[in-house]
């Protein structure tokens, strides 16, 4: 059971919007702990896409967009492309555990 | 280009040990803040272990404490993880990982390797 909840799966069609969600509590995203946003194709390095809560890595399209609000987050996707398929983990830090924590993680599922 | 390349998985029996290695190219490890991640089969990413970047400071999810140690070789640019008494839910996929800062707090993972499974059955 993941600190951190996300849907175990999304899916939309190329050139649709999806969101996935992030889902804390008052001790991390609640707290005020920056949630951030990896893509995870297996088998291959997890590569950032959004710190900071909205913050974008040069080279990530704008295409990806991240916001926090209360003890939640979540990340936006637009404009839907077939290589967007892969899996999607948020982080944050929590400070009644004292770790660092991550959610489940978002299949996305391009139809 | 920043690269983190780990080896050193495979199939122990319960209570073995292994010992994990990711080499480090284009920084320097001993400038960063360094981490270690896993991922059991079917599940979400999980914290196990940080090293300070002066090596000063090392931090373990509970699960591991005593069990499991973080260590740097600075000549080779190489991290390790020292895995003891290794048990069944250790089995997982081993990530390396280099921290960013923010404001001087260890905040996101900015580059990660592809990871080793470490597989712990009899």
């Known amino acids: 059971q993941s600190v951190l909840t996300q849907p175990p799966s999304v899916s939309g069609a190329p050139g649709q919007r999806v969101t996935i969600s992030c889902t804390g509590s008052?001790?991390?995203?609640?707290?005020?702990?920056?949630v951030h946003w990896y893509q995870h194709l297996p088998g291959t390095a997890p590569k950032l896409l959004i710190y900071?809560?909205?913050k974008r890595p040069s080279g990530v399209p704008d295409r990806f967009s991240g916001s926090r609000s209360g003890t939640s987050a979540s990340l936006a996707i637009t404009g839907l492309q077939a290589d967007d398929e892969a899996d999607y983990f948020c982080q944050s830090y929590d400070n009644s555990l004292h770790v660092w924590v991550f959610g489940g993680g978002t299949k996305l599922t391009v139809l | 280009e920043v690269q983190m390349v780990e080896s050193g998985g495979g199939l122990v029996q319960p209570g073995g040990s292994l010992r994990l290695h990711c080499a480090a190219s284009?920084?320097?490890?001993?400038?960063?803040?360094m981490g270690w991640v896993r991922q059991a089969p079917g599940k979400g990413l999980e914290w196990v272990a940080n090293l300070k970047e002066d090596g000063s400071e090392k931090f373990y999810v509970d699960s591991v404490e005593g069990r499991f140690t973080i260590s740097r070789d600075s000549a080779n640019n190489s991290l390790y993880l020292q895995m003891n008494s290794l048990r069944v839910d250790d089995t997982a996929v081993y990530f390396c990982?280099?921290?960013?800062?923010?404001?001087?707090?260890?905040?996101?993972?900015?580059?990660w390797g592809q990871g080793t499974l470490v597989t712990v059955s009899s």
């Open positions: 008052s001790s991390n995203i609640g707290a005020g702990f920056d």
């Open positions: 900071v809560n909205s």
């Open positions: 284009g920084f320097r490890l001993s400038d960063y803040w």
């Open positions: 990982a280099r921290w960013k800062l923010w404001f001087g707090e260890v905040s996101h993972f900015d580059s």
